[in-house]
Each structure stands twice: as C-alpha cells, then as structure tokens.
C-alpha cells in the first residue's frame, strides 16, 4: 500500500504565494513521473505540473512562469512553488504519484493524495 499525503494550501490575497508539499511512502521501489493536478468547483481536473523521475517537467500554460515544481528522488517527495496567483487558481490541489511496488513489477500504479485547498481573493 502506497500512501501520498499533501501539505500547505490557505488563502492569500492575489499576487500572494503559498508553498505546497507531497510525500509518498509505503511500498515503494521507485516512483516514476510524480506531480500537481488541481479540481476547481466546476470538479474539473487539470494538469498543474509534473516531474519525471529524470527531471523533466512538463507544466500547464496556465502557470508557466508563475509556479515552480521539484522534486527529491531520495525523500519521494514534489513541492510547488506558487508565485503570483490569481483568483483562477483557486482550487483544490492534488498530488499524484506513479509508483512501482518492486523491482519487477510489470506497470506503475497511480496514487492520489486527497488534496489540499488553495483559496485566491480579497
């Protein structure tokens, strides 16, 4: 069993910035691409960004230039670093991980965390 717990997340003004945290633990061999997606009351779920196991990012237009994800192989874990945020993006943010258990396991098994709120307005 894997699990994958978030942190940070409040409210702040727009312009502001808040720091997010993920951590996966439990039967891990080795985590492959880890990353933010985020659902807003419409429960629409989009990309935020994603980390290769490489460190490659791939980051949603929305954001680039304003946010900022890395990643720590040895701790499994992502930030995101959110700078300048707008009322647009408030939404609950999920982390996800893809994960394989052991050394030959046949495919990566995606784990959501449960999310965190994130909260832009005056």
């Known amino acids: 069993q894997v699990q994958v717990v978030e942190s940070g997340g409040g409210r702040v003004l727009p312009g502001g910035s808040l720091r997010l945290s993920c951590v996966a633990s439990g039967s891990i061999f080795r985590v492959n691409d880890m990353g933010w997606y985020r659902q807003t009351s419409e429960n629409q779920r989009e990309l935020v960004a994603t980390v290769s196991r490489g460190g490659a990012i791939n980051y949603s237009d929305s954001v680039k230039g304003r946010f900022i994800a890395t990643r720590n192989n040895a701790e499994n874990t992502v930030s995101l670093q959110m700078d300048m945020l707008k009322p647009e993006d408030t939404a609950v943010y999920l982390c996800?991980?893809?994960?394989?258990?052991?050394?030959?396991?046949?495919?990566?098994?995606?784990?959501w965390g449960k999310g965190v709120l994130v909260t832009v307005s005056s």
């Open positions: 996800n991980a893809k994960v394989l258990s052991s050394w030959d396991s046949r495919t990566a098994e995606t784990y």
